[in-house]
């Protein structure tokens, strides 16, 4: 069912012209795989012409954030407004170690829980934040930028 019965905020979610997308696209059967066809399926990547300058091809490369080994969720700021919060998942069927790559110095790294509580330091160097992740899990990882 692709509609459900639902009451609020729409008392008539069945009614009225619905557009659904519905994708088959060949993948391993691999979790990771499938959240991130399926991340660009709901997101695509958007494109656009940018005039040519000097020093383009320099703003291209300062990366605010990179990630390897999970799949970011997603950024805001934390609550009391002191850090960048990234919430951060494990999809796959095996332990990962995340790695955090921060294009600017980190003055201060750590997990909290759901309720943006600090629940322990995270070990950082160099711009570089490392997490370790149980298999099929999320985390939230708070990170002060100079």
Do not use: W
């Amino acid at each position: 069912t692709l509609l459900r019965s639902s009451f609020e905020p729409d008392t008539c979610p069945d009614q009225g012209v619905h557009y659904i997308n519905i994708s088959l696209v060949p993948v391993v059967a691999e979790p990771a795989e499938l959240e991130f066809v399926a991340a660009r399926q709901v997101h695509p990547i958007l494109s656009c012409v940018l005039p040519a300058e000097e020093d383009f091809c320099a703003k291209l490369s300062d990366s605010l954030l990179s990630l390897e080994g999970g799949s970011l969720v997603a950024v805001k700021e934390t609550e009391d407004g002191e850090a960048m919060l990234l919430r951060l998942s494990n999809p796959s069927d095996a332990e990962s170690t995340l790695q955090l790559t921060f294009g600017k110095n980190i003055t201060c790294a750590y997990e909290t829980d759901v309720c943006e509580l600090s629940r322990n330091d995270l070990p950082f160097e160099n711009g570089v934040v490392r997490k370790t992740m149980a298999a099929h899990t999320i985390c939230s990882v708070a990170v002060v930028l100079e």
